[in-house]
C-alpha cells in the first residue's frame, strides 16, 4: 500500500431538468388551446385535436421527448481531479492530463435571450479549438466552480 494521498476525483452529469420544464409547458399550452377552441354545449365539452397549433404543440413535445431519451442515453460527464480532466460520454471518453493542458478560462458568457452564465474555456494541446463548458449545463455548477479553480491552480505549479 502507498502513502499517497488520494486526489479528490469529482463526478459531474448534465443538467436534463429542462427537457421536463419544456415538455410541461407544451403540455399545458396544448390543453389550454384545445380547451380554448372547443365547445361546451349541453354539458358536453368537445376538444379540437386536429388543429394545426395543437398538432405543431405535438411536434414539439415528441422532439424535446426524443431530445430527452438521447441525452439520457448519451450519458455525458465530466470528470475532474486536480491533476487531469476527462469528458465522457457513453461512447468516447478523452482525458487530459495537466501537461496537456495550456489554459484554463474562467469567464462569463453574455447570451443575448438567456442572460449572463459562467463558461469555462479549455484550451488543450493538439486541439485548435477550445472546450467551451458551460457551468449551468451540468449538475452541481458551484462545485465544478471549484474544482476547475484547483485544477488551474495546479497548471500554474
Given at each position: 500500500?502507498?502513502?499517497?494521498?488520494?486526489?479528490?476525483?469529482?463526478?459531474f452529469n448534465r443538467r436534463l431538468d429542462f427537457y421536463w420544464q419544456?415538455?410541461?409547458?407544451?403540455?399545458?399550452?396544448?390543453?389550454?388551446?384545445?380547451?380554448?377552441?372547443?365547445?361546451?354545449?349541453?354539458w358536453k365539452v368537445t376538444v379540437v385535436l386536429l388543429d394545426p397549433?395543437?398538432?405543431?404543440?405535438?411536434?414539439?413535445?415528441?422532439?424535446?421527448?426524443?431530445?430527452?431519451?438521447?441525452?439520457?442515453?448519451t450519458k455525458h460527464q465530466l470528470v475532474i481531479s486536480k491533476d487531469?480532466?476527462?469528458?465522457?460520454?457513453?461512447?468516447?471518453?478523452?482525458?487530459?492530463?495537466?501537461?496537456?493542458?495550456?489554459?484554463?478560462?474562467?469567464?462569463?458568457?453574455?447570451?443575448?435571450?438567456?442572460?449572463?452564465?459562467?463558461?469555462?474555456?479549455?484550451?488543450?494541446?493538439?486541439?485548435?479549438?477550445?472546450?467551451?463548458?458551460?457551468?449551468?449545463?451540468?449538475?452541481?455548477?458551484?462545485?465544478?466552480?471549484?474544482?476547475?479553480?484547483?485544477?488551474?491552480?495546479?497548471?500554474?505549479?
Amino acid at each position: 500500500m502507498s502513502n499517497e494521498p488520494k486526489t479528490p476525483i469529482t463526478t459531474f452529469n448534465r443538467r436534463l431538468d429542462f427537457y421536463w420544464q419544456f415538455i410541461a409547458v407544451y403540455a399545458i399550452a396544448i390543453i389550454l388551446y384545445a380547451l380554448v377552441k372547443g365547445t361546451v354545449e349541453e354539458w358536453k365539452v368537445t376538444v379540437v385535436l386536429l388543429d394545426p397549433v395543437v398538432i405543431l404543440l405535438c411536434i414539439f413535445i415528441l422532439a424535446t421527448f426524443i431530445g430527452l431519451i438521447e441525452s439520457k442515453y448519451t450519458k455525458h460527464q465530466l470528470v475532474i481531479s486536480k491533476d487531469y480532466v476527462i469528458l465522457k460520454s457513453r461512447f468516447r471518453e478523452r482525458k487530459y492530463t495537466a501537461k496537456e493542458i495550456v489554459r484554463i478560462g474562467i469567464g462569463r458568457q453574455n447570451l443575448r435571450y438567456q442572460g449572463v452564465h459562467r463558461v469555462i474555456k479549455l484550451k488543450v494541446n493538439n486541439r485548435k479549438r477550445t472546450y467551451r463548458i458551460r457551468m449551468q449545463s451540468y449538475l452541481n455548477d458551484k462545485e465544478l466552480l471549484l474544482a476547475f479553480k484547483t485544477l488551474k491552480k495546479n497548471l500554474n505549479k
